[in-house]
């Protein structure tokens, strides 16, 4: 069974930064183009980052390029996403998101992910 663990979220003052962690339990881990993506109150769940799997494309949201940087570690199975300059817009849950496969053109199509992992809170106080 395939499970993606977040951990990393919590409560932070506005300018902070924070990072997020995903650990998968997939047997092959570097097949898979992992993303994040985040849903606030009251919102749709949207795109934030993707990485493909050897981490030589990667996508951003326009809401968070130049904060956000998404990286992975094939060899440990995990995907990260370090948060700077965090702005009180970024509350949300954050979820991690793994896709099989190489199609660059889904990277940020959340229904093309076929695992999630159960979400972290994060917090931006103003």
């Known amino acids: 069974q395939v499970q993606l663990v977040e951990s990393g979220g919590g409560l932070v003052q506005a300018g902070g930064s924070l990072r997020l962690s995903c650990e998968a339990s997939l047997r092959t881990f570097s097949n898979y183009a992992m993303g994040w993506f985040r849903q606030a109150p009251g919102k749709e769940r949207e795109f934030v980052a993707a990485i493909m799997w050897s981490g030589s494309s990667i996508y951003y949201a326009d809401s968070v390029k130049g904060r956000f940087t998404i990286s992975r570690d094939n060899a440990k199975n995990t995907v990260s996403l370090q948060m700077n300059s965090l702005k009180p817009e970024d509350t949300a849950v954050y979820y991690c998101?793994?896709?099989?496969?190489?199609?660059?053109?889904?990277?940020?199509?959340?229904?093309?992910?076929?695992?999630w992992g159960q979400g972290t809170q994060v917090t931006v106080s103003s």
């Open positions: 998101a793994a896709r099989f496969g190489f199609d660059t053109r889904v990277a940020a199509t959340s229904t093309a992910y076929a695992y």
